[in-house]
């Protein structure tokens, strides 16, 4: 019973009051009930607790004011900016040989693949502005302006890639499984030194990127040279226009998709042996993706029409495929293949062209690539570490007696994106 009322002796009169109370029952000179009064009394003396200060009411977001701090140097409010950046830094141990010829040097070299910083602007009516450069190859990889009018369709205005070759303008450099892109597509789409073909990657242009359902589309219309920078500069083998198209269709399965595609670009005066002779050159891709469950594969087909190409002055159809399978044994760990061919239909190839880093091994009209590697993604795909070798051989001298050239090697890779 003593416990009842000291609760409420602690809630009238304090530890001091309590204390005093609980004395006084236990000498005889009150009653417990006497002591109980008194508590009641005390409570019912209590001034009622004063009320909670009511929060001062938020004010109102002053939308107007908040666009107004961070408009863009045209006066427009800016949405959106956000920044990204990656870095690939490589390992290459290449050996050569070739018949009849003294061996170049073996290849033994650490160096930086990519080192990419990137700015995104979103803008007022669905503007966006973009610009990313390599301070590795010290080149722009995009500057357009882009203007996104419906919800699958983009228009973009600037330096940008082309839609040719599935490698380059489906697969982010960030994302190859196989650390470089196969031969068939460095072979058709890098810079024109006489045997590669110069046909599709960095160009100036206007550019439309857009779906309908299950059909993906990207048409362009560029300047007909490719270009490392933002700028170009007109002359009489490159004021022509080139029109490219790409047309795919994307399936989806229970546990995957698939692609199937045709790609197209037509470059005036930019065939030949050397630029600058009035021939022109077509390129047409045929590309084909396929994943399901862990299981995924990546290949093409590509064929090439160059006026006055061949090394003998006449035309070059050159024309070459890749087959990329590759598995995902875990969420972290994914082996993967390649097998690439190239035959250059006597304009001539060389092992250089193929293997980034390799040595020439002079030119020659044929040229295999196989790749075997594994990758271990230890931050999904934003940290991560490739490995595998590498093997080309080219064969048959595009002039004079046949031979053959053979590399083979390690390279590694390891990267970061955010």
Known sequence: MLSLWLGGALTGYGQDGAAILKLLVEKGLITEAEAQALVQEAKQAEPAPA?????PASKPVDKTRVKSITPTAKGWPLEKLSFSGRL?????????????AEDPATVNHFFMRRVYFGAKAQLAENFTGAVTFDFASQNFDSAYLGWKFDSDNELRVGLTKVPIAIEEHMVSSGSLKAIERSAVTRYFVEPNNGRRLGGGVYRNGIFLNGSNGNLLYRFALTNPERVDSATSAGSSWNNGLAPWGFVG?????????????????????????????????????????????????????????NENGAVDGSDARPWGYFIQPSYKFSEAFEGVVRFSYVDSDGRGISLSDAIRSGPSGGTMNRLYEGYLGANWYIVGNNIKLQAGLVYGKSKDKVTGEPAEAESFGFRSMVQLQY
């Open 88 to 100: 690939q830094a490589q390992f290459a141990h290449i050996t050569t040989d070739i018949d009849g």
């Open 249 to 305: 269709y994307k399936g989806e399965l229970s546990d995957g998709d698939f692609l199937a595609g045709l790609s197209v670009g037509f470059m005036p005066d930019q065939g030949g042996q050397n630029l600058g002779t009035g021939s022109d050159l077509t390129v047409v891709g045929v590309p084909f993706s396929f994943s399901y469950g862990s299981f995924s594969l990546l290949s093409e087909f590509m064929w090439a029409n």
């Open 51 to 55: 009320p909670a200060a009511a929060a």
